[in-house]
């Protein structure tokens, strides 16, 4: 027997099958980064349930729950692209344009970048002052042009006072989100998707709601600020951190956007926080 195993491992672990256990290795584990945390991994525990309960069905030949079962998966099956729809394009637009090769905001540099991070921590400390609802999404590597779109432009360069002004309620720009492309405000009054995680608060609002939603289906981080208590949240790849003091959402703002060589996904930061 052993005589045997020394024959047959030489050529099974040879150089092309560790690479490609390897390669594997890799996608599962970065698989799992992009799943972690969204509603995928209830639906994968389903699926996981499912699998067991077909198995065990087999072994005690319960024929007809068996047969039950077995049609249930291979139809969920066929169902998968249509349940994954947001995490598959989460997957493919990091594949192609994410933070797989390319680091967010490219275009600023760090002193840019540290005067925009400021000028909106500035606005969103004063709005919560005077509890004025707001929310901000910071574009980052995933196109926002859609929701531009259907907003108004502004193409304006980011200050304190214009952030400000924006959400002062009962103005033409306040209901909605502004959208921040680089050290600019590309548009304000977007409407964003609603968040469709489970784990979103009841008694969040709508606008909490619309900050992860987009950060759901993009890359993109939202910051809002809460009409009802002046509390700063900050919402990126649909996780929500609430209640950030200043020095905080400075601090995490900075980590998140500057461009950091091999950065990898980093809402894990805060997701136990």
Not at 36 to 54: D, F, M, P, S
Not at 69 to 98: D, H, M, Y
Not at 188 to 200: K, M, N, S, T
Request: neutral net charge; aromatic residues 6%.
């Amino acid at each position: 027997m052993l005589d045997k195993l020394k024959d047959i491992l030489p050529h099974f672990f040879t150089p092309t099958t560790i690479i490609d256990l390897v390669i594997v290795a890799l996608f599962l584990y970065w698989l799992i980064l992009l799943i972690r945390g969204t509603r995928a991994v209830q639906l994968i525990k389903g699926l996981v349930v499912l699998l067991i309960a077909t198995a065990i069905s087999n072994l005690l030949h319960l024929t007809f729950v068996h047969w039950l079962l077995s049609q249930a998966i291979t139809a969920l099956l066929v169902a998968l692209p249509v349940v994954f729809q947001p995490e598959l394009r989460r997957a493919l637009e990091k594949l192609g344009g994410g933070e797989i090769f390319t680091s967010s905001l490219p275009h600023l540099n760090e002193v840019d970048l540290s005067r925009v991070s400021a000028e909106i921590v500035q606005a969103v400390y004063t709005l919560a002052r005077t509890r004025t609802g707001a929310l901000l999404v910071l574009e980052r590597t995933t196109g926002l042009e859609e929701y531009i779109d259907r907003g108004i432009k502004i193409e304006g360069i980011v200050s304190a006072e214009l952030l400000i002004n924006i959400f002062i309620p009962n103005t033409p720009l306040h209901d909605g989100a502004v959208i921040i492309r680089g050290n600019r405000v590309a548009a304000a009054a977007c409407f964003l998707p609603l968040a469709e995680g489970v784990q979103i608060s009841k008694e969040l609002g709508t606008r909490h709601r619309a900050g992860v939603g987009i950060t759901e289906v993009s890359d993109a981080l939202a910051i809002i600020v809460s009409e009802e208590t002046g509390e700063v949240s900050l919402a990126v790849e649909g996780v929500l951190a609430r209640n950030l003091d200043r020095p905080t959402l400075l601090e995490r703002l900075n980590k998140v956007l500057k461009p950091e060589p091999g950065r990898r996904s980093l809402a894990f930061l805060w997701r136990k926080k």
